[in-house]
């Protein structure tokens, strides 16, 4: 297959995509029903590039076009997030967001049929259908290759804090399953669903790529999942790490903290101070605490090898992306994520609300507390 690294050479940097996979819900009952294949079929010729399908005939995936500004990628969320809820006016379904749904069985689900999927399928074959998680992706463009490999090197190290932001799936299959991401455990049986290693030039990154097609692990370059992976078809670099988010308060939140980070990390490479090497035994504990325990749970800093906690790690995490939050104009993050530290995360008001009122409120709950207006 021929890969250019040219694909990561970008006039305008920093710009931003961002990708949110819906749950399709019976309006009535909050139970996923079928619908992607009416959505896609009913989308006016404009708006057809901005939707894809996803594992299951229940779930949808918005995408933005590549976006100036959070200001610009949050406006366009906000259309597509209103455009859906009107075709599901037409077509009887509401979006229900969360990481995964609290109460379907994974085993009823309709899988999407073509090419793509059903490789997924016989790669994967009961492992496949357990896969109905709901996630956001962020992508940031960045200057060239070499870029691209060491800044997606460095940016392993905030993966925990970044999952521990966002957590927003405790349930699966009418089960508390004591997970903060159960999306991340379900997602996490996958092959290449890991922390990648160390790169050290785009070359040796290449090599890897052409040798899973080489050896039939994977027909494209994509079907590597990493939890941040430099993107072969679009040249950026992709943060696959969080859950779907209700608040479009905390999808900015999530954006802005993805653009900071990379904007950041240039600015150490051209320094000559960017930290890439990290112990992986480190990384995955962090990421293995975030996806199970709350926020106050103990971690090793990947940087210093210090215990400490994930609120510490988060803490200096918007340390690192002072500066650059307020190059790009939008300090004003540093609050949303105070506010998380305070109040927990969306997967803790999911709890509350199942622990006061049970299921069927639950799913009444994640389809009413979806945002829609941004300001």
Known sequence: MNISQNIFHHDELFTIGVEEEYMLCDPDTGELINRADEIMDLLEKDLKPRYSYELILSEIEVNTSVCNSVNMAMKEISYLRNNTRKLGEKLGFR????????????????????????????????????????????HIAVKDEHYAICIANALRQWIAPLL?????????????????????????????????VRFKNFSEY????????????????????????????????????????????????????????VYQASED????CLLESFNMEYL????????????KSQIIDPETNK???????????????????????NQHISEYMDLILKNGTEGDQQLKVYE????????????????????
């Open 95 to 138: 979006i229900g967001i969360s990481g995964t749904h609290p109460t379907a069985r994974c085993k009823d689900q309709s899988f999407v049929q073509n090419d793509s999927y059903n490789w997924v399928v016989e790669q994967l074959s009961y492992y496949a259908k357990r896969n109905v998680t709901f996630a956001m992706h962020v």
């Open 164 to 196: 521990a932001l966002s957590t927003n799936s405790p349930f699966l299959e009418e089960e508390n399953t004591g997970m903060r991401s159960a999306r991340t455990m379900q997602f996490g049986v996958f092959p290449r669903t890991n922390i990648p």
């Open 206 to 261: 290449k090599i890897l790529i052409d040798n899973y097609l080489s050896s039939d692990t994977i027909e494209k370059p994509r079907q590597i999942w990493w939890k941040i992976r430099p993107h072969m078809d679009f040249g950026t670099i992709e943060f696959r790490i969080c859950d779907v988010q209700r608040s479009l308060k905390n999808v900015e939140m999530i954006t802005a903290i993805c653009q900071a980070l």
């Open 269 to 272: 490479l051209d320094n000559r």
């Open 284 to 295: 995955n504990d962090g990421l293995w605490k975030a996806t199970r325990f709350p926020l």
């Open 307 to 329: 215990v400490c906690t994930l609120v510490d790690q988060i803490n200096k995490m918007k340390a690192y992306i002072k500066d650059a939050l307020k190059y790009l104009e």
């Open 356 to 375: 006061e009122a049970g299921f069927e409120s639950l799913k009444q709950y994640l389809m009413k507390s979806v945002g829609y207006e941004y300001k």
